[in-house]
């Protein structure tokens, strides 16, 4: 058969020229209108030189010809805007969906494209995939928008019957009930098998010769498909098509559900190597979403994934593309943006200057640099935190007294902007607030306790502009002189509070996230922290879950370590014999960027270093000068270990 492509692809100049006779109008030539609803599975494509046919076969792909794209016979991004309208049987009603194409799959062997939506389509179903190939004489139909017997440009749905006259591997040749053809505009329409109650995709129309469509004197007749029915292992795997992100020690990884009727179940692999190994050792985890977050992934690991789905027959199709992501440590003084801990100092006062010390990995900037001048003065209280995701750490401060306005200053990598009100009205008074991702939506948020006798917790979310309603998210926790603080403690990438009650009991209690609320808060250590030690929180030894530190101070100097298990703190060990003596303010960051958090200090007083001293996963290392003038008497640095309020 002569391939007539100019038949399939309609120039919308033609589509312009409306209907030429008063003849009924029947898309596809011969063919009947399809009722309100019916085969809502059938899609029109239009773009500024074609028009087509395809079908949807998952909520977020359809599948069509690989002519209706002519710039992109390779597939990928869409050379021209493509808009495509789902579920609405006659064009000019107002139901059903327009979205457009933004990646185009192209199948070598074929002329079929599958391509992906913008938005997923969850009120239509898709049509199911053929398990088995259609054989000559076998009955089946064509659904299309094309150019019809009488109308240049349709308005509504038609089909036709069509009976195989002969296949090959890749191919369908089909000839038409009643001499009817695929006309222009028909392309990639979808040729598929009714029985029991199913509608199973067996083709997709490729050429014509166009028998009996408007324009057309062709006296031949017959239309050619290429099969899908073999096509399913590959539409399955590339409709998945998975995405992994990181935040912090956790990584989600999201993929494109099957269509609803396979009933599909999802096996995730995770592996440091690819190709993934797809087996038990492997697997992350099963489930019927489309989302699974591997919890705990060591900072600066790389994780990749394959998802494989396994339908609700038992089939189950090749695993899908490879995705990956490199989980991170959440640096709260990351203001460069380049994975390493730097240092700030807010001399507040009158002159409200923040001074930025960047880290280079072995020491900080010489020569501070003014960030901003004037933000964080008198009593005002200033934290840090990557408050709109872009992995800078950004600066807040909370006004407190009865105003209880927080204003956030952005980061830009070398500056921070102006301060922003992000919220107005919360930490007023003697209430603590603190920073830290919450919901593990990778943007800080800030958190309230309300301490004295009321113990309430509240936490305030981001949405990367601005702070929501402060929400109840603990009603008894962290009362009278404990110490809160926030940490990841069970590596899930979703920040917990902890408290710390002190005195001569010294327990540590906290209360994990689930990304709406704190939980119970349960004992992790019966013994860390008394009196006036200063404790700490990070994850010393890069395992994804944050650790409890405590320095000893007084003359002593000592710095124990309790790590994580992701379910309690173990036993304190010596990591360092001599850091952060006396009125020294000591803090915690992963200066070096090797995603174990270190430990610095700032001597103040007279002398005004900044010393940094490295985990190594097991112990700190001898402290060393990265700094030699930095953070003078009064001025606030960050980070700090210690509460300054």
Known sequence: MH???????????????????????????????????????????????????????????????????????????????????????????????????????????????????????????????????????????????????STWAPDQLR??????????????????????????GDAGGPVFRESTGRTDLAGVVTTTWGHGCLGTTETRAGTTADRADDLVDWIRQQVLTPSAKATGHSITVSWNALASQDNASYRVYSSTTTPVPLDAAHLAGTTPATTLTQTSVPAKQTRYYQVLAVTADGRTAPA???????????????FTGDGKADIATFTRGTTGDVIVAA???????????????????????????????????????????????????????????????????????????????????GKDDIALFKRGTSGDVLVALSDGTKFGT?????????????????GDFNGDGKDDIAVFTRGTAGDVLVALSDGAKFGTGTLWQDYFGVDDETPAVGDFNGDGKDDIGLFKRGTSGDVLVALSDGTKFGTATLWQDYFGVNDEIPGVGDFTGDGKDDIGLFKRGTTVDVLAASSDGTKFGTGTVWHDYFSVNGEVPLPRAIAIT
């Open 320 to 334: 899908s593309t490879v995705a990956s992501a490199t989980a991170s440590l959440a640096i709260r003084t990351d």
């Open 470 to 486: 402060a929400i109840l998210w603990h009603d008894y926790f962290g009362i009278n002189s404990e110490l809160p603080y926030v």
């Open 3 to 149: 391939k007539l492509r100019a038949l399939i692809l309609v120039p919308l100049a033609g589509l312009a020229t409306g209907t030429l006779t008063s003849a009924p109008a029947e898309a596809i030539s011969n063919a009947s209108g399809v009722a309100d609803g019916g085969y809502s599975f059938t899609v029109k494509l239009s773009n500024e030189t074609a028009a087509c046919t395809g079908a949807l076969v998952a909520p977020q792909w359809i599948i069509t010809s690989t002519g209706c794209f002519p710039q992109n016979p390779q597939g990928g991004t869409p050379a021209k805007p493509t808009t495509v309208t789902v579920g609405r049987t006659k064009l000019s009603g107002t139901g059903g969906h327009i979205t457009t194409v933004t990646h185009l799959v192209a199948r070598a062997d074929r002329s079929t494209t599958l391509a992906r939506l913008e938005t997923p389509i969850a009120d239509v179903t898709p049509v199911s995939l053929a398990a088995t190939a259609p054989a000559t004489e076998d009955a089946l139909r064509i659904a299309g928008y094309g150019r019809t017997t």
């Open 159 to 184: 089909t036709s019957g069509f009976t195989v006259a002969s296949t090959s591997s890749t191919k369908l040749v089909l000839t038409g009930d009643r001499g009817a053809d695929a006309c222009k």
């Open 359 to 441: 880290s280079d990995g072995t020491k900080f900037q010489g020569t501070p640099d003014k960030w901003h001048e004037y933000f964080g003065i008198a009593t005002e209280l200033p934290l840090s935190g990557d408050f709109n995701g872009d992995g800078k750490a950004d600066v807040i401060v909370f006004k407190r007294g009865t105003t209880g306005d927080v204003l956030v200053a952005l980061s830009d990598g070398t500056k921070f902007g102006t301060g922003t009100l992000w919220h107005d009205y919360f930490g007023i008074n003697d209430e603590l607030p603190v920073v830290g991702d919450f919901n593990g939506d």
